[in-house]
């Protein structure tokens, strides 16, 4: 019999979540890896929309779902941890219940090991709940964190997450090491049949949309973004073979909606993405994407526009930050003074609306102000798109971490203060005002609704 695994996509403790194209794309590289080594793969995914089990308990309300995939998860509130007891909003627990997820941990017979993903730094708590929950009904199995939060906040992982291993590792292969250390062995070389390698979204329960990476890195060094810590080198697809993986979901599972999640889409587009959008659009298959990373303005030519219509773009998402160019070169130098518009009129011409255009706009930076932030909402209006609010949360290993630690109203040593709702980085004056620039970004939804 084939050594088995468990992996576990862990539960969401916040203020607030949503399921924006959000899927565990490393966890599920990782299991389709491991399942090429031979391993026998169990994936449970706590934010599971779609649980059978938990649509089968008439006492829970089903979690509303919306356009291309997208929608709430199941959600139950829970007491505050201590650290946040003084935040006035509810705090919840997202995803299956605990007593599904035992259910689910209970049905494996004996793994060979468990392998636990994190995320953001301040959903630890998910991880930690995970990983006891794991020990408690295999006991004896070794459990193994990795993932976003094990390799930002590698010292406290290691000490409190309860883990036998936190792994900051990112190539599959060096897993199988760590594996070995603790006795647990791949059965064989790697198999060349068998599903190809792809992400393996086929473990998920249903699969509404499939997330593609087409490249790694980012070319630009934005203080604030952790890009470059967890990707320091930019490498990218062979567009054939992104093309070939789209057609694999979309034939085999029937999938229409695809969410790119790319940090840098469009650079260098005409070696790159152009020749994917151009496959696309021969084959003519009503397939939509999604861009929830934002694009780099600058690369939103008309050409490129004119493509990404016709191969079925459906959502953009824009990084503007801010409409003070000042300010850009510290942002980065990726937007100049003309390019956002252009940009826009780029994709207006071609046929996008302008509720397709979204634009994401920082707010609750460092030393950043109120009047600022609402001066980038109304300019993006008058541009014709529609803005988000991005609210700032300040990552470890960033550029801007001592600076955000310098400002910030909480001890940033504790992660659970990193929660981009608490925008901790604004003083009292700063959040006072937050309720009319949220009121001015409605009231223009609202308008073109
Ligand atoms: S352009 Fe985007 S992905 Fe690249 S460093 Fe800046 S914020 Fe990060």
Redesign the pocket.
Known sequence: MKPSLILINPWIYDFAAYDLWSKPLGLLYLAAFLRNCGFQIYLIDCLDAHHPLMIGDPSIKRPKRRLYGTGKYWRKEIPKPPPLKDIPRPYSIYGISRRVFEEELRSIQRPAAILVTSLMTYWYPGAIEVIALAKKNHPGVPVILGGIYARLCNDLATRNSGADSVSTLTDPASLLRVLEDHDVHAPGPLLDSGPPPYPAFDLLGKIEYVCLLTSTG?P???P??V??FLNPQMSRRDPAEVLDEILYWHRNFGVRDFAFYD??LLISSDTHLAILLEGIERLRLDLRFHTPN?L?VREVTADVATLMRRSGFRTIRL?LETSDFSLHRNF?D?VAEGDFERAVNNLLRTGFTRDQIGVYILIGLPGQSVDSVMATVDFVDRVSATPYLSEYSPIPHTPLWEKAEGYSRYDLSEPLFHNNTLLPCWGEAQLAELPRLKKRVLEIKEKYR
Do not use: I, L, T, V
Request: overall charge positive; aromatic content about 14%; glycine content about 14%.
């Open positions: 980012c630009f060094r934005c604030y973004c890009s470059h940090d840098a934002a780099h990084g980065g990726k």
